[in-house]
Nanobody
Framework: QVQLVESGGGLVQAGGSLRLSCAAS????????MGWFRQAPGKEREFVAI???????YYADSVKGRFTISRDNAKNTGYLQMNSLKPEDTAVYYC???????????????WGQGTQVTVSS
C-alpha cells in the first residue's frame, strides 16, 4: 500500500509559477514511477508528467518546456514545478504512483487526494 499527499496548489496569475509536492509513504515506494495528472471541470483526467525510478521523465505536449517533474528519493517526495502558467492549466492536480511504462489514468496504482490549481487571466 502506498499513500500520497499533495500540497502546493493555489491561485496564481497567468505567467506565474507554482510548485506542487507529493509526499509518498508505504511499502517499496521507490519501486514506483511517480506521475502527475490533472482534471479540469467537465473534462477527463489527463496525463501531465512522469518520472520513472531510473530517472527518465516524460511530459504531455501541452506542458513540455514549462513544467518540470523531479523526485527526491531520500525524502520519498516528488515535485512538479510549473512555470509560465496559463488559464488552461486550471485543474485539480493529482499525484500518482505507477508501475510499468503506461501513462494512462487506468494504469495508476495509487492516487493522491488532489490539489486545486487555478490560473487567472
Amino acid at each position: 500500500q502506498v499513500q500520497l499527499v499533495e500540497s502546493g496548489g493555489g491561485l496564481v496569475q497567468a505567467g506565474g509559477s507554482l510548485r506542487l509536492s507529493c509526499a509518498a509513504s508505504g511499502r517499496a515506494v521507490s519501486n514506483y514511477a511517480m506521475g502527475w495528472f490533472r482534471q479540469a471541470p467537465g473534462k477527463e483526467r489527463e496525463f501531465v508528467a512522469i518520472s520513472w525510478s531510473g530517472g527518465s521523465t516524460y511530459y504531455a505536449d501541452s506542458v513540455k518546456g514549462r513544467f518540470t517533474i523531479s523526485r527526491d528519493n531520500a525524502k520519498n517526495t516528488g515535485y512538479l514545478q510549473m512555470n509560465s502558467l496559463k488559464p488552461e492549466d486550471t485543474a485539480v492536480y493529482y499525484c500518482a504512483a505507477l508501475r510499468g511504462v503506461s501513462t494512462t489514468p487506468r494504469s495508476v496504482n495509487y492516487w493522491g487526494q488532489g490539489t486545486q490549481v487555478t490560473v487567472s487571466s
